[in-house]
């Protein structure tokens, strides 16, 4: 979660988080945009890159 979070921070984007039971879930949407936009894939890319190491 930490390393996620730094990403998130760098790309000033902030998802929310659950972290229930050593499962955790982060929704990624930009509220902004009313939906996704590219920022939410590139965060998605890098947590799932993060998960993986």
Same mark, same amino acid.
Do not use: C
């Given at each position: 979660?930490?390393? @996620?979070?730094?990403? &998130?921070?760098? +790309? ?10 050593n ?5 990624? @949407?930009?509220h902004? &945009?009313?939906? +996704?936009?590219v ?15």
């Amino acid at each position: 979660m930490a390393r @996620v979070a730094l990403l &998130a921070e760098k +790309l000033d984007h902030h998802p929310d988080w659950q972290n229930v039971y050593n499962r955790v879930t982060i929704d990624l @949407v930009t509220h902004d &945009a009313g939906g +996704l936009t590219v920022l939410d894939f590139e965060l998605a890319a890098k947590a799932s890159a993060a998960a993986g190491s």
